[in-house]
């Protein structure tokens, strides 16, 4: 590994940035010898073996990746964080100087070590010259700009708008001050959206100034996906990005795509004009575009661009530097790799003699050689963990064994853009079963598994109690047997929560299993959740989504059925009413209806019977959603008419749960805490799982 680094750009860019060994530790984080937290334990020699192993196995002589990530770079602005307008911390690469020192890290996989130097960059590059240029190190996401005749098109603003504010001023600092005429949002998650507020203004959009283009149904899907289980979600996303990990050689280090999430304000403004069909074209500023909608990819609604004019493809999030999440741990809907493959396949064949190939996402590779070797490295492996776990599967092997017996071909395997990173191909081919086939593997015992608490009981008793599995935890541990480890010691956490020997224990287990994985996903989640166990959970601050764009984007009827995941059954049993809501500013109406205590709603329908029919505009709605204001208070300001018996909605208030994202995981892991103040009865509390982006 030294000598990898020692080919690499990495210390160069330490130099140019002037990131060096940080001379004091900074709050929350580890210095270079010691472990973040006192019971952490270093590598073990099984866990050295393996990255040995890693090492002799995969070609770090190809340092091409490198070589690219380096070529082009304009500028490194001479700051090292973005501070957020609310004055935190919103962005930090300094945090990360611990991995430009040139040293190997035995808790650390040698390829994601690769993977997160990689993603160190750090500044303005030019990807074509006079055309296409970057700033990549200001968020998860590059943010592109293409140069028009008299303005920017900015591709993908970002998460926050502290990033992408700092962008924009950077590239017109560098190249020349120009006004920004377009921006394209490549699909619907946050981080390629949500910082748009710090590169247009909202009222040039309105008066057509300004145009966003967007994928077809790009708004429902970056509002539904992260909706109605959003609360979970932000509780599994904080542990799949390791949020509150301390940065260093023991904890975070990458998040594969990317360092990590910025931490600001988040907007959206609606885009102006669609992307419907399957290739359209649209000069705008004097450049001509033919975009690929590929939905049912990397996220519902997306679509690449193709610059027919340059020969530059712009892949948004479909190719990147790494194999991506067909199943994502923090839980959205399971992709589809089959398709995933033949999007990439058709940008091979309808964007020929392709020379120019950047993303959203990790660096460009020039060179139509080059470029269709990624391209096809990417499209193989996704059809190959289709077709390999589709294989499987019809051979009688279940969504629970899979994981150990799919692999890629070798020839695959050794090829650097068909590593999983941000995907692992472990999770991944379960998530293709249970995408065709379910969840349940064919035996009847887990048809209706038995509570977590319960088996962990009986496990306990059957294997003559805590100290025979302490025991037998160590010694699977001290043979480097660490699944096998935590297969049994899982089991004592959940019979005996207060067990804190069993939860140390178990927390060993997983620190291994964190420092010999490939994908930061994977060893986010084995880390923070060793950290839960060892001193409970953590506390930190996160960024919201909770915007006014965001809530003013939701559909009336997004809303309506989040009320009905959120109305308890048990309040409701006995409850029969009818509700017409009447929103006269969008021309709007729903039937709300509380039957068998279940809410449901329809559009387009009111009821001539309903026990209340309510009336008021969208825009005073959005008020209620957001918390700010209140059915009584906007009665007394005349905004809102009742007419009917207003018990019903009194009732409906009393059944709604306020969800929280600070659930336990492990029994005994939840710190004691003050309550959160409740939100209103009526507002859609949106967590901040909508930055995670994966």
Do not use: C
């Amino acid at each position: 590994m030294r000598s990898l680094l020692s080919k690499t750009f990495s210390i160069a860019v330490a130099s140019a940035i002037g990131l060096a060994a940080p001379s004091a530790i900074a709050a929350g984080q580890a210095s270079a010898d010691g472990h973040f937290h006192p019971e952490g334990k270093p590598a073990s020699r099984f866990t050295v073996e393996l990255r040995n192993g890693v090492k002799k196995a995969l070609p770090f002589e190809d340092v091409r990746d490198f070589e690219e990530n380096e070529r082009g770079l304009i500028a490194v602005p001479p700051f090292k964080q973005i501070m957020a307008d609310a004055g935190h911390v919103a962005w930090d690469m300094e945090s990360y100087s611990f991995l430009l020192q040139g040293k190997d890290f035995d808790s650390i996989n040698p390829s994601l070590q690769r993977q997160a130097i990689l993603n160190m960059a750090y500044g303005l590059y030019e990807v074509l010259p006079g055309r296409i240029y970057q700033v990549r190190g200001f968020d998860l996401a590059n943010i592109t700009f293409i140069k028009g005749d008299t303005g920017w098109i900015v591709f993908d603003p970002a998460t926050a708008a502290e990033t992408a504010r700092a962008a924009l001023k950077f590239v017109n600092e560098k190249l020349g001050e120009r006004p920004v005429v377009a921006v394209v949002y490549s699909h619907s998650h946050m981080d390629h959206f949500g910082g748009v507020h710090g590169v247009v203004d909202e009222a040039d959009v309105r008066s057509g100034k300004v145009k966003i283009i967007a994928p077809e149904g790009f708004l429902h899907e970056a509002i539904s996906e992260n909706v109605f289980a959003g609360t979970a979600m932000a509780r599994r996303g904080r542990v799949q990005y390791g949020l509150l990990l301390a940065r260093s050689e023991h904890g975070h280090v990458d998040q594969s795509i990317g360092k990590n999430v910025a931490n600001g304000n988040t907007g959206l403004i609606a885009p102006t004009v669609d992307i419907t069909e399957d290739f359209q074209e649209l000069t705008v500023d004097g450049v001509r575009m033919v975009f690929q909608n590929t939905p049912d990819t990397e996220a519902p609604a997306s679509m690449n661009t193709w610059f027919p004019d340059w020969k530059a493809f712009w892949a948004a999030e479909v190719v990147t530097g790494t194999i991506h999440n067909i199943y994502t741990l923090r839980g959205a809907p399971v992709r589809n790799s089959l398709n995933w493959s033949k999007q990439i396949n058709a940008a091979i064949h309808n964007f020929q003699g392709v020379e120019v190939l950047f993303a959203s996402h990790s660096w460009p590779r020039w060179g139509n050689a080059r470029i269709l070797e990624v391209l096809r490295a990417q499209r193989d492996l996704y059809a190959n963990m289709n077709n390999g776990a589709l294989r499987l599967a019809n051979m009688g092997v279940t969504v629970n064994e899979v994981h150990n017996v799919y692999r890629s071909p070798p020839s695959l395997q050794r090829q650097w853009a068909a590593r999983s990173y941000h995907g692992s191909e472990a999770i991944n081919s379960r998530a293709i079963i249970n995408r065709f086939i379910g969840f349940w593997d064919g035996n009847p015992v887990n048809l209706e598994p038995l509570p977590q608490t319960e088996s962990g009981r009986l496990y306990v008793e059957m294997m003559g109690g805590s100290a025979r599995i302490l025991a037998k935890g160590r010694e699977l541990i001290d043979q480097g047997k660490y699944l096998h480890a935590g297969e049994i010691l899982n089991r004592l956490v959940f019979a005996e929560p207060s067990n804190q020997a069993a939860r140390n224990l178990l927390a060993d287990a997983f620190e291994q299993l964190g420092y010999q994985r490939e994908s930061p996903s994977l060893r986010n989640t084995y880390l923070n959740m060793a950290y839960e166990l060892r001193s409970g959970m953590q506390e930190g601050v996160m960024q919201s989504s909770s915007s006014p764009d965001v809530i003013r984007a939701m559909a009336t009827d997004q809303w309506l059925d989040f009320l009905g995941i959120s109305v308890d059954s048990a309040k409701a049993e006995g409850m029969r009413f009818t509700i017409n809501l009447v929103t006269p500013d969008n021309g709007e109406k729903f039937l709300i209806e509380m039957s068998n205590a279940t809410l449901t709603n329809i559009k387009g329908f009111t009821a001539a019977d309903a026990d209340l029919t309510i009336t008021l505009d969208r825009s005073e709605l959005d008020r209620i959603m957001m918390g700010t204001s209140s059915f009584e208070a906007l009665e007394r300001e005349g905004k809102v008419r009742f007419a009917g018996d207003r018990r019903p909605l009194a009732q409906l208030a009393g059944t709604l749960t306020q969800f929280t994202p600070d659930f336990e995981v492990f029994p005994g892991t939840r710190n004691a805490r003050p309550a959160p103040a409740p939100a209103k009865p009526f507002q859609v509390v949106l967590q901040p799982v909508t930055t995670f982006v994966d």
